[in-house]
């Protein structure tokens, strides 16, 4: 068998030794060109390293197991590899021919400006109060984002509340036209289109996500008294946003947003584009290696 590891920002191959201890496998470093120089990938990184591969990942259609090492772990969580070590035993398990690789979805974001270009994520895609928060934790050195940092950001945005109107229409693909999920003077303050339940370092924003089901959920945040919203927050931890008359919760194979101004979309805690954009879910479209 042969393994190609790919590392990420504060990773180095030393981060390899534990892996290639016992293995019999043959080792490369770096992307492989095609899907004949390799079996599968080891990736050491976050979300954000991910995210940059996703691309050639759907191309190669190579299983791939995260080593979660970034400041964000959001979409190694969602596949219970919580640590290095659960990692490690995982891919002692898939040498041993225990653990077989499984198809999983990812999100597709296509800007309405530029057709010809699609956006992969495996987290969340989201705009308004989570985008802004997004952008402000980029700016962070990278020790403090994986210590706190999109909540830091996030928190001195809850008082600004920055709503806009915005406009999603659902289709899915037993409907011959979309549903509407206007409604008049509604303002918004996040939108979340969610491959799976987590993000910024562990929110559950789509508590019911699955990344098996061909759908993405999505989550609205409609605006709300700043004290109120203060007080929701928490809550996002354990998914109880969900009891909130002000948070409408949908799931949806095929989503377009559109807003009155152009506001930007991130995904995987990256900037993608801005509105308008057509968010879907490509299903089965990700090979990964995770617990049985």
């Not at 198809?103 to 800007?111: R, S």
Request: aromatic content about 8%; some cysteine; hydrophobic content about 45%.
């Amino acid at each position: 068998m042969r393994a190609a590891a790919i590392f990420g920002l504060g990773t180095s191959p030393a981060d390899l030794k534990a892996f290639q201890a016992g293995s019999r496998a043959e080792w490369l470093q770096g992307l492989p060109a095609s899907s004949n120089d390799a079996d599968v990938i080891l990736l050491f990184g976050g979300d954000g390293t991910i995210h940059r591969h996703l691309p050639a990942f759907v191309r190669l259609q190579l299983p791939v197991l995260i080593v979660p090492a970034g400041s964000g772990n959001d979409f190694a969580r969602a596949l219970r590899l919580r640590s290095v070590r659960d990692s490690l035993r995982v891919w002692r398990d898939f040498e041993a021919g225990e653990v077989q690789a499984r198809a999983v979805d990812l999100g597709v974001i296509v800007p309405s400006s530029s057709p010809e270009h699609i956006h992969y994520f495996c987290c969340v895609a989201g705009c308004g109060l989570d985008s802004a928060a997004a952008r402000s934790a980029n700016r962070m050195p990278r020790w403090l984002r994986g210590h706190g940092g999109y909540v830091l950001s996030l928190l001195p945005l809850l008082l600004k509340l920055p709503a806009f109107s915005m406009r999603l229409k659902h289709v899915n693909a037993t409907q011959l036209s979309g549903t509407d999920h206007t409604e008049a003077g509604k303002l918004t303050l996040l939108a979340a289109f969610a491959n799976t339940q987590f993000y910024g370092d562990g929110m559950r924003i789509a508590p019911k996500a699955d990344f098996a089901d061909g759908k993405l959920d999505i989550c609205r945040v409609s605006t709300m008294n700043p004290f109120k919203l203060f007080c929701m927050f928490p809550s996002v931890y354990f998914g109880h946003h969900l009891l909130s008359p002000k948070v409408e919760y949908s799931k949806a194979e095929r989503v377009i947003v559109e807003t009155e101004t152009p506001l930007e979309i991130y995904a995987d805690g990256e900037f993608v584009c801005e509105t308008p954009a057509e968010i879907s879910a490509a299903a089965g479209a990700l090979r990964v290696i995770m617990p049985a």
